[in-house]
């Protein structure tokens, strides 16, 4: 019997030379074949010692010889006809497994092949993927001809038609954009599995098997067919030939560092692996750039052979259906092409845009082609390239398809050689939760965000709907980002100057400049007044208004903010920020409208409310709602909610609590008497419940009752917070009211266990920064901080030591980072002296340190 741990130790030793081999690692094809090959030569040498009748094979990344460190290795057993034999397959595996092969295996007969083509068209593709190690190649040969016997048009069709659904059910999983900040490499969009669905559908059009015994990948044979039958030119080939091995060596080299299988190349990943290569001299961003390139060209590369083959598939139009668009490009369908053999011009490519988005049509692939080679030879002969911008201008200027466009105009590089100054901002990195995406494909989602807006009814559809002319908007958001790569810090400043000077060039009205100007000035303002600052405060509302020379840059400026940030991230567009935005908005379109100011507004509003529900509402309720100062209160709570505090209040309670479940979140509202450091204990008692605070709102009668709003979510789950917790948080917060709860002592107890969750969560440290503003009445002090569980509390605890009261505080996420605001008086009742400033940033960056 061999001597397994002989031959464990020694297969274990040829992989560590092949994984500490510096100049394998450089070479992603070489290195994967070497290690593919090395699990071959074993596999056969512990196998050989066990009778097994039929062939024995290897099937996916195996068979392909692309096996990083820690891919699967996966294995046929084919026979004609299984009918025994369970016995010898498992003592082989056993012995593979006793032997550091750790195999994943599965048995197959002929009769399985029409089986799976009728009920498992995914399991039967993936027999076109094998390769023959050992056993009888007899059997091996016989079940390849069955298989390709089986193929006629019909099966063809409905095998690459399941493709296209598998690619989509695979983008909504893992990403349906190349530039996607952490990306699986595998499986979003742009990753190996784009160029793999390429090779299967290939070997089904064709019908043949792309394997073969040679000592290469299959990618490598296959560019070789490519290159071969001349399917793609030579430039293109290199391309795909330079990106696959890029996202290859990335894989390897993130299996070695995370010592396991993981494909998705997450942000402190992402450093590890730059510290690896030598070319990107420590320089992750440079990195993820390179690898952002790569990843678009493989999948811009598979979306042109798929729709390739989809138009094989559909019905071919008659020649004398097609429409001349002009002596150059024709239509027929939905595909563009060239009539004439004269040379591309960067006109030329804008003029065929603006028909493919005049027509919600495409380029064929000889049109596609030409537009990428000639881009490419253009850009690398960096001379400053001339072109009407007519056309561009007028694919702004249309009502449908622009976002789809310009998407296109990115994929194929013409985007950055009309506008120079949108080159940098492709696979710019924008790290944290808070984007998802690269720059440039943050701005071109934007964009399509605004222009798929629903007629819905919505007030901000209605407002997009209602705009005669979008170019001025679209191009408001094409630069709101554009100096980012320039200064992250004041981007907004120094691209408001980038606009101007683009939009002068390609020849728009002063007018028109100005606004657009204004608009990227300001594309951070709204947001940061609707989210971090007292919407009810007259003060914020006419500063705000002063911003705005006319009630259409308002309207330009709130669609400019809503396109931004949805199109960051999931987590960061809530039903909650939507709301705050159109309060903010629809306050100052009124202030615009009616010539108020923000006192006039706020006194007509709550009068108002007052008339209109004063047959609803009894004297005591009516008394109540005059002694809160802020007709915020009115927003947030029905009538029955009003209803029932003044009778808590009124019946003396020191203290009540509700929950109710307000959109995904769980609202806790706590009415008592205003003491000191309540805000403090109140967020303590709800932090040792594992609660996290989204935002607060503070209400505070003229008789010093409070009523405090939350709402809340469990830290762990994000979700709402189960009924059945809530007896539990009711006792805290009345402990806590009562000064019976040992807040300090429980928060230590339980911040390690939160210490540790959180490490899993957040990968890049967030900075903290402390910054003040004055304000007519109160000191505004923004806190920014990672978010983590007691942020509030730690610093709220810390205000309180230092002798501050809040009056108003707001906290507005970020994905991973916080800015929680607070609008304070020092404990003379005074505004805070900026001679303060510097120690109170000390004492409170001194506490959140002391959290993180």
């Known amino acids: ?483 980012k790569p320039i200064s992250v810090s004041g981007h907004e400043i120094i691209g408001a100057e980038i606009a101007s000077s683009i939009m002068e060039r390609i020849g728009y009205e002063a007018d028109e400049i100005a606004t657009v100007k204004h608009l990227v000035r300001h594309h951070l303002t709204m947001e940061q007044v609707a989210f971090r600052r007292n919407l009810n405060d007259p003060a914020t509302l006419n500063k705000f208004a002063t911003l705005f020379p006319s009630i259409h840059t308002l309207d330009l400026l709130y669609l400019l903010t809503y396109a931004d940030l949805s199109a960051v991230s999931p987590v960061v567009w809530t039903e909650w920020k939507s709301d705050l935005l159109f309060e903010l908005y629809q306050k100052t379109r009124t202030m615009l409208e009616e010539r108020l100011s923000g006192e006039e507004l706020l006194v007509a509003s709550k009068e108002e409310i007052l008339s209109r529900k004063k047959k609803e509402y009894s004297s005591n309720v009516q008394k109540h709602i005059e002694s809160i100062d802020d007709i915020g209160y009115l927003n947030i709570y029905s009538q029955e909610e009003i209803n029932e505090h003044v009778k808590q209040i009124e019946n003396g309670e020191h203290i009540s609590v509700f929950f109710k479940e307000n959109g995904g979140y769980t609202n806790v509202t706590v009415i008592t008497k205003d003491s000191s450091s309540l805000l403090s204990k109140l967020c303590g008692a709800l932090s040792i419940n594992d609660l996290n605070i989204h935002d607060a709102n503070i209400f505070t009668r003229n008789d010093g009752i409070v009523i405090d709003s939350f709402n809340v979510t469990d830290y762990r789950t994000q979700k709402k917070v189960e009924e059945a917790r809530y007896e539990k948080i009711t006792i805290d917060l009345t402990l806590a009211v009562e000064n019976e709860l040992a807040i300090g002592t429980a928060f230590k107890k339980i911040e390690s266990k939160w210490r540790r969750f959180e490490n899993k969560l957040f990968n890049i440290a967030s900075k903290i920064k402390i910054e003040f503003e004055r304000h007519e009445k109160y000191t505004i002090i923004d806190v920014y901080a990672p978010d983590k569980l007691g942020l509030l509390y730690q610093v709220t605890k810390r205000m309180n030591e230092l002798g501050l009261a809040i009056f108003f505080a707001k906290i507005a996420t970020k994905g991973d980072d916080v800015v929680d605001a607070f609008y304070v008086l020092n404990n003379k009742g005074n505004k805070i002296p900026q001679n303060d400033y510097e120690l109170i940033k000390m004492e409170l960056k001194e506490a959140i340190e002391e959290l993180i």
């Open 1 to 483: 019997m061999p001597d397994y741990l002989q031959i464990k130790q020694e297969f274990a030793a040829a992989k560590e030379e092949i994984f500490k081999d510096k100049r394998l690692l450089e070479n992603a094809y070489e290195f994967c074949v070497q290690f593919s090959l090395l699990v071959e030569e074993y596999l056969i040498r512990i196998a050989n010692d066990f009778d097994l009748n039929c062939a024995l094979v290897s099937s996916g990344s195996f068979s392909r010889r692309e096996l990083s460190p820690h891919s699967d290795i996966d294995v046929l057993f084919i026979f004609e006809k299984f009918d025994g034999g369970e016995e010898s397959i498992q003592k082989c595996i056993t012995a593979l497994w006793d032997c550091g092969i750790e195999v994943s295996h599965t048995v197959r007969e002929f009769n399985d092949i029409q089986k799976f083509l009728e009920t498992d068209l995914h399991a039967f593709t993936q027999f076109f993927e094998t390769r023959f190690i050992i056993g009888s190649e007899k059997i091996y040969n016989e079940w390849n001809s069955k298989l390709l016997s089986l193929l006629n048009k019909e099966i063809v069709k409905k095998l690459v038609l399941a493709f296209f659904e598998d690619v989509e059910t695979r983008y909504k999983k893992y990403g349906d954009s190349p530039k996607v900040l952490e990306p699986n490499i595998k499986y979003s969009a742009g990753g190996l599995r784009d160029l793999q669905m390429v090779q299967w559908m290939y070997s089904l059009k064709n019908n043949v098997i792309i394997t073969d015994q040679s000592e290469r990948t299959q990618t490598e044979i296959f560019i070789d067919i490519l290159r071969e039958k001349k399917l793609i030119s030579p430039i293109e080939i290199n391309r795909i030939y330079r990106s696959y091995e890029l996202l290859l060596k990335t894989r390897n080299l993130l299996h070695l560092i995370c010592s396991k299988k993981n494909d998705r190349l997450e942000f402190h990943n992402q450093e590890q692996l730059a510290k690896h290569l030598d070319q990107f001299s420590n320089n992750w961003e440079m990195f993820m750039k390179q690898y952002f390139e790569a990843a678009t060209k493989i999948h811009r590369f598979s979306k042109t052979i798929l729709k390739r083959y989809h138009e094989q598939l559909v019905q071919q139009i008659s020649d004398r259906l097609a429409i001349e668009l002009d002596e150059e490009f024709m239509l027929k369908g939905n595909l563009i092409s060239r009539t004439v053999e004269s040379e591309l011009t960067l006109s030329s490519i804008l003029r065929a845009f603006y028909y493919r988005c005049l027509h919600d049509a495409r380029f064929d692939e000889q049109l596609r082609s030409a537009v990428i080679e000639k881009v490419a030879y253009l850009d690398e002969d960096n001379e400053d390239h001339q072109a009407s911008s007519v056309f561009f201008r007028e694919i702004l200027k249309s009502h449908s398809g622009v976002g789809k466009t310009l998407t296109s105009m990115n994929e194929m590089g013409v985007l950055q050689l009309f506008l120079p100054e949108f080159k940098d901002l492709i696979g710019f990195f924008q790290p944290g939760v808070y984007h998802c995406y690269t720059a440039d494909e943050h701005t071109l989602i934007a964009l399509s965000k605004l222009e798929n807006l629903p007629e819905d009814g919505r007030s901000i559809s209605k407002l997009f709907h209602s705009l005669k002319d979008r170019d001025i908007i679209y191009l408001a958001v094409l630069f709101h980002d554009i100096a």
